[in-house]
């Protein structure tokens, strides 16, 4: 089964940083797109950014162009999502997402809560 | 960016109604737009991709159409367990964005 795992979140203060972790089984992780999208308390879905199979083609949502950095190990299986310079509108529930930009994103992790605030 | 606008925001219904979500972008996609079904306090679960294909092990009483501008899923014989948020997303261009979503409160 496919298994999507994220860890890393928490409190942090406004300006600070965080590492996500979004770690991956029952698949091969080195042949797919994967995602970040997150959810702010009560709102809806927000894509953050993708990084293709190989780490070549990387985008961000505007709003995080500059802040955030996504990096994958396909050799650990793992996804990753640097943020630095946080804001309050950061806070979020983040979830790791299988799905290459034209496509659904079949699957997701059960997601990882950051919250910025003083 | 492609704005994909959904309707209604909330809905009440009876369990055995058969209900129906639309979902509005503001240029055409297409087919690349899908469906799902996010719980109280779970992540999101695809139930319909590229308008009209069922994800595996979707209920059959789940289904989509559309193309172009206006998509519509459809619950026919709702079930209490539906109750839930779905949203629409569209992926024919980055960024990717999503519907606002639409809440469904079982009666």
């Known amino acids: 089964d496919v298994q999507l795992v994220e860890s890393g979140g928490g409190l942090v203060k406004p300006g600070g940083s965080l590492r996500l972790s979004c770690a991956a089984s029952?698949?091969?992780?080195?042949?797919?797109?994967m995602n970040w999208v997150r959810q702010a308390p009560g709102k809806g879905l927000e894509w953050v950014s993708s990084?293709?199979?190989?780490?070549?083609?990387?985008h961000y949502l505007e709003s995080v162009k500059g802040r955030f950095t996504i990096s994958r190990d396909n050799a650990k299986n793992s996804l990753y999502l640097q943020m630095n310079s946080l804001r309050a509108e950061d806070t979020a529930v983040y979830y790791c997402?299988?799905?290459?930009?034209?496509?659904?994103?079949?699957?997701w992790g059960q997601g990882t809560l950051v919250t910025v605030s003083s | 960016e492609i704005v994909l606008t959904q309707s209604p925001d909330f809905q009440s219904v009876t369990p055995k109604e058969k209900v129906t979500i639309t979902c509005r972008a503001s240029?055409?996609?297409?087919?690349?737009l899908h469906w799902y079904q996010q719980k109280r306090d779970q992540s999101p679960k695809l139930l319909i991709k590229?308008?009209?294909q069922s994800f595996s092990g979707v209920p059959s009483r789940f289904s989509g159409s559309g193309s172009g501008t206006d998509f519509t899923l459809t619950i026919n014989r709702l079930e209490a367990e539906d109750a839930a948020t779905y949203y629409c997303?569209?992926?024919?261009?980055?960024?990717?964005?999503f519907g606002q979503g639409t809440k469904l409160e079982i009666k």
């Open positions: 997402a299988r799905g290459f930009s034209t496509t659904p994103f079949e699957y």
């Open positions: 029952g698949f091969i992780f080195s042949t797919y797109t």
């Open positions: 990084i293709s199979a190989g780490s070549s083609n990387i």
């Open positions: 240029q055409s996609i297409g087919s690349n």
């Open positions: 590229f308008a009209s």
């Open positions: 997303h569209q992926s024919s261009s980055l960024p990717v964005t």
